[in-house]
């Protein structure tokens, strides 16, 4: 599925680094959000965005930094991360219209700490 | 939150039905029950979702007991492509949007 894309697919950096991942949906949806997947482990909810709104911190630390322009885009921003933060992250889109809401991920972006 | 329970493994043939169970016994009235899969190191899938009734797309069905505290997702003819992990997930709400709570899922494996 191309709803819900991406970029990088892959990053390595370093813990002094600075970086951003980026998620675009084209599906029209209202609602944004970042999940984390560590290995082996379930997936995290991180943050979640409603019409541009941040409305959910899941106790995430400040080193992870999120950021929604507006409803088709969300960037998370990453600075001095540890090798812990090394995972799967994975960004997702829904619409908010009460009752049935359902969520489409993108394909992740697999980040390496070093 | 209601809780879900799922086994940690099913094999299935190429070309038979994969039945996947998923206990769910403390549901809330308006608590959807979710399906996702998620291929190994690629975002989750969406597959199907219900509250009452059995539902079916042209990927699956979804068949909830009536007392709504179980529920089976069916894969009609599995193929080596539907080799992932499943999760059944009821859906929570967070303010005004909804945090998907994945389990550890079952992982289902498809043999020729």
């Known amino acids: 599925e191309t709803g819900v894309t991406q970029t990088p697919r892959h990053l390595v950096m370093g813990m002094t680094n600075k970086k951003s991942l980026k998620c675009e949906q084209h599906?029209?949806?209202?609602?944004m959000y970042w999940y984390k997947q560590s290995a082996k482990k379930p997936l995290e909810l991180m943050f979640v965005?409603?019409?541009?709104?941040?409305?959910e911190n899941n106790s995430v630390p400040s080193r992870f930094s999120p950021e929604c322009p507006n409803s088709s885009h969300l960037f998370l921003h990453l600075h001095t991360l540890q090798p812990e933060d090394s995972a799967l992250y994975l960004c997702?889109?829904?619409?908010?219209?009460?009752?049935?809401?359902?969520?489409?991920f993108g394909p992740g972006t697999r980040l390496l700490v070093l | 939150d209601a809780k879900t329970t799922q086994p940690t493994s099913m094999d299935c043939a190429e070309g038979r039905a994969a039945n996947l169970p998923c206990n769910h016994s403390?549901?809330?009235?308006?608590?959807?029950v979710y399906w996702y899969r998620q291929i190994h190191s690629q975002g989750p899938q969406y597959i199907i979702h219900g509250l009452k009734n059995n539902e079916t797309n042209e990927m699956a069905s979804l068949i909830i007991t009536e007392d709504r505290k179980s529920s089976t997702l069916i894969l009609p003819h599995a193929t080596l492509r539907d080799t992932a992990v499943y999760y059944c997930?009821?859906?929570?709400?967070?303010?005004?949007?909804?945090?998907?709570?994945f389990g550890k899922g079952t992982s289902l494996l498809v043999t020729p």
């Open positions: 403390t549901i809330s009235g308006n608590e959807y």
């Open positions: 997702a889109s829904s619409t908010l219209s009460g009752g049935e809401e359902t969520q489409y």
């Open positions: 965005y409603n019409f541009k709104e941040q409305t």
């Open positions: 997930i009821v859906r929570v709400a967070v303010l005004t949007g909804y945090a998907l709570n």
């Open positions: 599906l029209g949806h209202n609602a």
